[in-house]
């Protein structure tokens, strides 16, 4: 089975931060990789698909990049909406999250 | 506006089967793949498993066993049952769509989650 870590698991940022997440399979995923923002209460919200496509409607500050087994989730400018848990997610496994909080 | 919709019962006792539907209004229901996701309060997301429209599926290997996914397309709903229940069952459980992308006419899988229901917590306590 692929096992997928994230790390940071806590990221402690100020709004307008440059921030970056880092997602790592256990082997080779190609761009099979999907990054999600969670808020408490609420379903995740698919930001990123295949590595770096981002969602329709999902603000252009989100980027996402890697292939292979490293992949990463930029937020180039962090807003005060921003703070949640990222999830990555390789098909059938999801990474533990990095929640993301104020600083 | 795709919307899903799910319901089902929220507590149940030791050895109970786990009982939830997933209606999709908005957009076509053939060409996807529809998910179960769960989430234990307080961790991380845990693929349950999927259907598409013609009723072929795939399952976790861990839940496996004890799962069963059905898809009534006269309706456009899709069902999860897990059965013999324990606490570690307990959880918000989420339906939701795959995302696809069209390239020249043909569809192809992202493998991720475009479309999620609004969450059903389940408890499971004798």
């Known amino acids: 089975d692929i096992q997928m870590t994230q790390s940071p698991s806590t990221l402690s940022a100020s709004v307008g931060d440059r921030v970056t997440i880092t997602c790592r399979a256990s082997?080779?995923?190609?761009?099979?990789l999907a990054w999600y923002q969670q808020k408490p209460g609420k379903a995740p919200k698919l930001l990123i698909y295949?590595?770096?496509s981002l969602e329709s409607g999902v603000p252009s500050r989100f980027s996402g990049s890697g292939s292979g087994t490293e992949f990463t989730l930029t937020i180039s400018s962090l807003q005060p909406d921003d703070f949640a848990t990222y999830y990555c997610q390789h098909r059938s496994t999801f990474g533990p999250g990095t929640k993301v909080d104020i600083k | 506006q795709v919307q899903l919709q799910q319901w089902g019962a929220g507590l149940l006792k030791p050895s109970e089967t786990l009982s939830l539907t997933c209606a999709v209004y908005g957009g076509s229901f053939s060409g996807y793949y529809w998910s179960w996701i769960r989430q234990p309060p307080g961790k991380g997301l845990e693929w349950i498993g999927e259907i598409n429209h013609s009723g072929s599926t795939n399952y976790n290997p861990s839940l496996k066993s004890r799962v069963t996914i059905s898809v009534d397309t006269s309706k456009n709903q899709f069902s999860l049952k897990l059965s013999s229940v324990t606490a570690a069952d307990t959880a918000v459980y989420y339906c939701a769509r795959e995302r696809i992308t069209m390239v020249r006419g043909v569809i192809i899988r992202t493998y991720s989650f475009d479309y999620w229901g609004q969450g059903t917590l389940v408890t499971v306590s004798s």
């Open positions: 082997q080779s995923i190609s761009s099979w």
């Open positions: 295949k590595a770096s």
